[in-house]
Each structure stands twice: as structure tokens, then as C-alpha cells.
């Protein structure tokens, strides 16, 4: 390899981790988890305190979701298939556990999340 070539492969790694750590999401003390029933907000709890919530659906079945060591999971489910329930904890913004047939899906938010609302969605534009 020529001197050159190695010094392009050295500033192209350095871009390439510093890119990474600039968009891995990341949990911050401000991020909190948020429920949605049929799309809509039901509840909003902050990732930071533990505790165990029942969610009820409109249309029957309940979920119970724990938040503890910073992170959320599905700890019971009364839908059939309790795929939730399997799902990985969550901590990070953008993370989701979603429970299909009860329509309700668990998302971690960062604080500044309602800030970024009046932002356009680069896919539905809303």
C-alpha cells in the first residue's frame, strides 16, 4: 500500500466513527416512554423512575409495562400471541415494543421530542 492510500483509509475511519457517534441514539436523563393506543397518546412516564403500569385497551386486554434501571419492557401481556412480552428491553430514543393486537406500541421519546414536532416527517410529511 502507498502512503497515501493508507492516510485515505485513516480519514475515512476517523469519519466513519465519528459519524457513528454522533447518530447512535442515545437515553438521556430527559427521555421518558411513551404509550399509544390506536395511534393515540394514552400516557407518557419518565425512563428514569421505576414503576409498573397497567394499560388498559378501549377495546379489551391489558398490558403491563415496567420501567426500571432506565429502561422499559412488556412484563405481561393477555393478548394471544404475548410476542411483546419477548421483546428486548428498551432505553433509547426510537426504540418501540409493539403489541399488535391490542393497537398499542411502547416508544422511548427524548424531552425535546414535542420541539421537534413542528419539524415535517421526511416520509408522511406531517
Known sequence: MKPDNVLI???????????????????????????????????SYPLSSARTETISNPDGGSNTVEIKD????????????KVCVGMHRISKPGETIVCLPHKLVIAIV?????????????????
Open 110 to 126: 427524548s424531552a425535546d421530542a414535542d420541539a421537534d414536532s413542528s419539524v415535517p416527517d421526511a416520509v408522511t410529511g406531517k
Open 9 to 43: 483509509f485513516i480519514l475515512v475511519l476517523i469519519g466513519l466513527c465519528l459519524s457513528a457517534v454522533i447518530y447512535l441514539p442515545r437515553a438521556g436523563s430527559g427521555s421518558r416512554v411513551e404509550v399509544r393506543i390506536n395511534g393515540d397518546a394514552v400516557a
Open 70 to 81: 432506565g429502561a422499559a419492557y412488556m412484563k405481561e401481556a393477555d393478548c394471544p400471541d
